[in-house]
């Protein structure tokens, strides 16, 4: 090389140097999840010295709207204390802190065209969350996102005129998207964060699938279900289905025969072509029922759609992005309605769950589950291995070691690089989301300081733009947080 071309060569690797750490992009997004609970019982100040001094932590995703325990509340009763915060349970002692709701205060001009009006938590009276942390965060040069999800209870007022019904005809606890008084509350709720908080971005979570999937089982928690207790039937589904050109005589015919199926395979009754052939032949028979469950998973694409939309409309420099479900990881059914060529047209971000540690818990549950349905015929074992060669996973534990052992960092890294992939060329970044903490039962593996490390280290191996350390403070250990942390400083990114 000489000298001229040298210095050519010098220059540009200079300049490139400088357009990485002047693009948005060259600062890797450090988030972690937190909730009020967190705030109110440690402190704003101290809470986010340890998060800057432990995991050099730039963003904050504040549960500010759930009724759930899984990304609000103190520790989940029955789950050792974490080694900060009040060692106590919520409603340890009579009536708690948890109950759920808002966290922020409500401004009722954005909810005048729902009936979920009233739906404030009473956990801490009159604090509102945001008032309470923005000033400090952005003293830091810390951002704020508003984390939200789709987790109601029966306690809030005029919830019953929003709730998806069951095939039986019965109400859920779940609210439909084609409800008016959801999809009008959830834009308020989009468009009050947006105007009424210096916010830098808003992620909303929805952990449910359609129908058909759900009839099936296709998922990796909970008890194995009433097939009919399946969503949704209500008159607004029925009458968008009607505009698809779906016949919703022919469709509730199918569900019923789908569930016969489900009951019949959960009593071990074999038909007599077998499991697998025999719901072949009910989808041949009722492609209705597939239609159905696209219904279901293009009112959840639209409901994204509408509230990017509403953000954008109010403020374009808010990032708008999606918690996007554990299943992607287990279920190839519920992975294929999660295309990201066609989420990334409504989303600067996703968070794409990639929970190693208590990933290997879940995927054990998810194959009892589809075992006891579609793959009725088939071992576990070998159920589990065909899982391993379709979701593209190395063979990672055998079943009966997969819960003990839980996932390796390879599974983040091969999740990472796989919806990386999927992404580039698009807006949309990618921000794995990484386990810490989250419960598994006690005889299951647990979170360490080098599987935190190892997690985060495969995730930007992997390509990803950033990483958002799960599900919430108040259950996390601190060596488990410092294990984030130290993988931060191999990177250089501390
Ligand atoms: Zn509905």
Same mark, same amino acid.
């Given at each position: 090389?000489?000298?001229?071309?040298?210095?050519?060569?010098?220059?540009?690797?200079?300049?490139?140097?400088?357009?990485?750490?002047?693009?948005?992009?060259?600062?890797?997004?450090?988030?972690?999840?937190? =909730?009020?609970?967190? +705030?109110?019982?440690?402190?704003?100040?101290?809470?986010?010295? /340890? #998060?800057? @001094? &432990?995991?050099?932590?730039?963003?904050?995703?504040?549960?500010?709207?759930?009724?759930?325990?899984?990304?609000?509340?103190?520790?989940?009763?029955?789950?050792?204390?974490?080694?900060?915060?009040?060692?106590?349970?919520?409603?340890?002692? =009579?009536?708690?802190? +948890?109950?759920?709701?808002?966290?922020?205060?409500?401004?009722? /001009? #954005?909810? @005048? &065209?729902?009936?979920?009006?009233?739906?404030?938590?009473?956990?801490?009276?009159?604090?509102?969350?945001?008032?309470?942390?923005?000033?400090?965060?952005?003293?830091?040069?810390?951002?704020?996102?508003?984390?939200?999800?789709?987790?109601?209870?029966?306690?809030?007022?005029?919830?019953?005129?929003?709730?998806?019904?069951?095939?039986?005809?019965?109400?859920?606890?779940?609210?439909?998207?084609?409800?008016?008084?959801?999809?009008?509350?959830?834009?308020?709720?989009?468009?009050?964060?947006?105007?009424?908080?210096?916010?830098?971005?808003?992620?909303?979570?929805?952990?449910?699938?359609?129908?058909?999937?759900?009839?099936?089982?296709?998922?990796?928690?909970?008890?194995?279900?009433?097939?009919?207790?399946?969503?949704?039937?209500?008159?607004?589904?029925?009458?968008?289905?009607?505009?698809?050109?779906?016949?919703?005589?022919?469709?509730?015919?199918?569900?019923?025969?789908?569930?016969?199926?489900?009951?019949?395979?959960?009593?071990?009754?074999?038909?007599?072509?077998?499991?697998?052939?025999?719901?072949?032949?009910?989808?041949?028979?009722?492609?209705?029922?597939?239609?159905?469950?696209?219904?279901?998973?293009?009112?959840?694409?639209?409901?994204?759609?509408?509230?990017?939309?509403?953000?954008?409309?109010?403020?374009?420099?808010?990032?708008?992005?999606?918690?996007?479900?554990?299943?992607?990881?287990?279920?190839?059914?519920?992975?294929?309605?999660?295309?990201?060529?066609?989420?990334?047209?409504?989303?600067?971000?996703?968070?794409?769950?990639?929970?190693?540690?208590?990933?290997?818990?879940?995927?054990?549950?998810?194959?009892?589950?589809?075992?006891?349905?579609?793959?009725?015929?088939?071992?576990?074992?070998?159920?589990?291995?065909?899982?391993?060669?379709?979701?593209?996973?190395?063979?990672?534990?055998?079943?009966?070691?997969?819960?003990?052992?839980?996932?390796?960092?390879?599974?983040?890294?091969?999740?990472?690089?796989?919806?990386?992939?999927?992404?580039?060329?698009?807006?949309?970044?990618?921000?794995?989301?990484?386990?810490?903490?989250?419960?598994?039962?006690?005889?299951?593996?647990?979170?360490?300081?080098?599987?935190?490390?190892?997690?985060?280290?495969?995730?930007?191996?992997?390509?990803?733009?950033?990483?958002?350390?799960?599900?919430?403070?108040?259950?996390?250990?601190?060596?488990?947080?410092?294990?984030?942390?130290?993988?931060?400083?191999?990177?250089?990114?501390?």
């Amino acid at each position: 090389m000489n000298r001229r071309n040298f210095l050519h060569t010098a220059a540009a690797a200079t300049l490139t140097v400088a357009a990485q750490t002047n693009t948005p992009t060259a600062r890797k997004m450090i988030g972690i999840q937190v =909730g009020a609970v967190s +705030f109110v019982d440690e402190g704003v100040e101290p809470v986010l010295d /340890e #998060f800057q @001094k &432990d995991a050099s932590i730039n963003t904050l995703f504040i549960a500010t709207f759930t009724y759930g325990r899984g990304i609000a509340g103190r520790q989940v009763p029955g789950q050792p204390l974490p080694d900060h915060g009040k060692q106590q349970y919520d409603n340890s002692n =009579g009536p708690g802190t +948890f109950h759920g709701g808002s966290y922020t205060k409500i401004h009722p /001009e #954005f909810y @005048k &065209d729902t009936l979920l009006q009233n739906f404030r938590a009473p956990d801490f009276g009159d604090y509102d969350v945001l008032e309470a942390v923005i000033p400090s965060a952005r003293k830091r040069g810390m951002k704020t996102i508003c984390w939200f999800e789709d987790v109601w209870n029966d306690t809030v007022p005029n919830v019953r005129q929003a709730q998806e019904r069951h095939l039986d005809g019965t109400n859920a606890t779940t609210l439909c998207f084609n409800n008016p008084n959801y999809h009008n509350w959830l834009l308020g709720t989009v468009e009050d964060y947006s105007r009424s908080y210096e916010i830098d971005g808003i992620m909303w979570g929805s952990e449910r699938q359609g129908a058909f999937a759900d009839a099936l089982r296709g998922a990796h928690g909970g008890a194995p279900g009433n097939p009919v207790k399946i969503t949704c039937f209500c008159d607004f589904c029925e009458s968008k289905a009607q505009q698809r050109g779906i016949n919703v005589v022919r469709a509730r015919e199918g569900f019923q025969a789908l569930a016969s199926f489900v009951q019949a395979s959960r009593q071990g009754r074999r038909p007599v072509d077998g499991y697998y052939v025999t719901l072949w032949r009910l989808m041949l028979r009722y492609p209705e029922l597939l239609a159905w469950e696209m219904l279901w998973t293009d009112s959840l694409r639209e409901t994204y759609s509408a509230m990017y939309n509403k953000v954008k409309a109010v403020k374009p420099s808010i990032g708008v992005g999606w918690h996007i479900w554990h299943n992607n990881s287990f279920s190839p059914i519920y992975r294929a309605e999660q295309d990201l060529s066609e989420l990334t047209k409504y989303s600067d971000f996703l968070k794409m769950v990639m929970y190693h540690n208590c990933g290997g818990e879940r995927m054990a549950g998810y194959i009892r589950n589809v075992g006891q349905t579609i793959y009725g015929d088939v071992p576990q074992q070998d159920l589990l291995d065909f899982h391993y060669r379709v979701l593209d996973y190395k063979q990672e534990k055998n079943l009966a070691d997969l819960p003990k052992s839980g996932f390796s960092s390879d599974y983040v890294y091969r999740e990472a690089k796989r919806a990386r992939e999927a992404l580039n060329g698009t807006k949309t970044q990618l921000w794995p989301g990484i386990d810490i903490d989250i419960p598994t039962a006690p005889t299951s593996s647990k979170s360490t300081p080098d599987g935190t490390k190892d997690a985060v280290l495969a995730a930007f191996r992997a390509g990803a733009d950033g990483v958002l350390l799960s599900r919430k403070y108040s259950e996390m250990r601190l060596p488990n947080l410092r294990g984030a942390g130290a993988a931060l400083k191999e990177l250089g990114l501390a």
